[in-house]
């Protein structure tokens, strides 16, 4: 398993690009399945979990190619099997995303039950109880979501909490459902919209994306496409995060300043100056005292639960005292004690931490658990005195394409240590 060394103190400057965003391409792959011919898609970003949504539609039958460095073909035609095996599946949860797709397209779909995660138990009750009120048959079987359904039919469906993947799933699945389906507390996030605009461009008849009452007129067939995802919005949080954390200065471009609100107004209370420049861009100038802040994560628009190990980690070296509480994840406090033994000082009390600033952090051998709490110890790293070694990073490399080289380009001392399997 491979790890990070970085060594600390160095801010970082000059510019970054920010890659596609990883939780809108994983939904718009596994749209391709109701696609009738060919699907191209720009700016997938080179990830783990894209690889292995690449590998579950392969091992659906589907021809998948990378034409080149972010640019995917897919001939979703050559389906063979609607099966999503739990060797998959386990490694991705959000493989069941081709649930909703399988369904409407050829009426039956065996995927594995996605499993827990390090952040949470994160079930999928909605996703299913959506497809059944749709007329599909659910059963669980041996780890299996085993589900069929002759047509499905328009349904009036009400989420008793924002899920994206659900959203999602039931977006998908509506397409080519006879009639009319009625999302009522959609998600709203902007890979939810993006979605709606693939599809759309697919020939669906979707309203209301963005918004918490989705539409979806079904439609006998979809057709391929051409298309470009949205910039990673955490991506790019993460390298604003990164700038003011070790002081830096930093231009960060391929920006889509309409999915960052929440972030940037958070971020310029801790007195980080950012600024928008036209074409996409953001200049972030971090030389200044971070002011403690208090975060409550929440449903997009709110400040995304994806950037609350960031946050924390930027105001682990503000002055004051500051409060971060996590509304969407049981579990998403594992950076906690790894920040901690970088010489944090944080109080954890129920679904809040309390932040104590401290001057700066100190270099540690750390673990790595999961996707963002890993860029939350990258992060601290940055700005510690001395030495850090990350180990398990093929967390991050999940969720952040080439984060080490990207670093590097803008002055961070970081080296990739080649761990064995
Ligand atoms: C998506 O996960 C993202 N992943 C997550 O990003 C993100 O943190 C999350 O949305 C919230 O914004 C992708 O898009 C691939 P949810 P998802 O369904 O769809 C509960 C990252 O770091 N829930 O909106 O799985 C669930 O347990 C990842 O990039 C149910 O109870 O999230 C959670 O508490 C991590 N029943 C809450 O709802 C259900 O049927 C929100 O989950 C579905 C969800």
Not at 99 to 122: D, E, M, N, Q, T
Not at 154 to 179: C, H, Q, S, W, Y
Not at 215 to 233: A, N, Q
Not at 354 to 375: C, E, H, N, Y
């Amino acid at each position: 398993m491979d790890s990070f060394v970085i060594e600390g103190g160095t801010p970082v400057q000059g510019e970054v690009a920010i890659s596609g965003s990883k939780n809108a391409a994983l939904p718009i792959l596994c749209s391709s399945i109701l696609a009738d011919d060919t699907c191209t898609y720009q700016k997938i970003p080179d990830l783990r979990d894209i690889r292995t949504i690449i590998e579950v539609l392969s091992n659906l039958g589907m021809q998948v190619s990378g034409v080149d460095e972010s640019c995917v073909l897919i001939e979703p035609t050559q389906i063979t099997s609607q099966e999503a095996p739990y060797e998959l599946v386990k490694s991705m949860r959000a493989s069941i995303l081709v649930l909703g797709p399988l369904l409407a397209k050829y009426g039956k779909a065996k995927v594995s039950l996605p499993g827990g995660c390090a952040i949470g138990v994160r079930p999928i009750d909605m996703h299913l109880k959506g497809l059944a009120k749709m007329g599909a048959e659910i059963n669980l079987s041996h780890g299996y979501v085993v589900a069929s359904a002759k047509q499905l039919k328009g349904a009036r469906i009400v989420f008793d909490k924002p899920t994206v993947g659900g959203t999602e799933n039931i977006m998908m699945a509506a397409t080519l459902a006879k009639g009319t389906t009625v999302i009522e507390g959609a998600a709203k996030e902007p890979e939810v919209v993006d979605l709606a605009d693939a599809l759309t461009r697919m020939g669906a008849h979707i309203s209301g994306a963005g918004s918490s009452t989705v539409s979806v007129e079904g439609v006998k067939s979809l057709t391929g496409l051409e298309y470009e995802v949205i910039p990673d919005r955490i991506e790019t949080g993460t390298f604003i995060a990164a700038a003011a954390i070790t002081h830096g200065q930093l231009m960060i471009t391929g920006v889509r300043h309409d999915l960052i609100v929440s972030v940037v107004e958070k971020l310029r209370e801790t007195g980080v100056i950012i600024k928008e420049i036209g074409q996409g861009k953001l200049f972030v100038d971090g030389r200044c005292e971070i002011r403690p802040i208090d975060v409550v994560t929440a449903p997009y628009p709110g400040f995304p639960t994806d950037m609350q190990a960031q946050i924390m980690a930027l105001s682990c070296i503000g002055v004051g005292v500051s409060s971060i509480t996590e509304t969407i994840f049981e579990n998403r406090f594992m950076h906690v004690p790894e920040l901690m033994r970088m010489g944090a000082n944080l109080e954890e009390k129920g679904t809040t931490v309390i932040v104590r600033g401290i001057k700066q952090f100190q270099g540690a051998s750390v673990m790595a658990t999961d996707l963002r709490a890993s860029a939350s110890m990258v992060l601290a790293a940055l700005n510690a005195k001395g030495l850090t070694e990350i180990r398990r990073i093929y967390h991050l490399d999940r969720g952040y394409e080439e984060l080490d080289m990207k670093l590097k380009s803008i002055g961070a001392r970081v080296e990739r240590i080649r761990g064995d399997l």
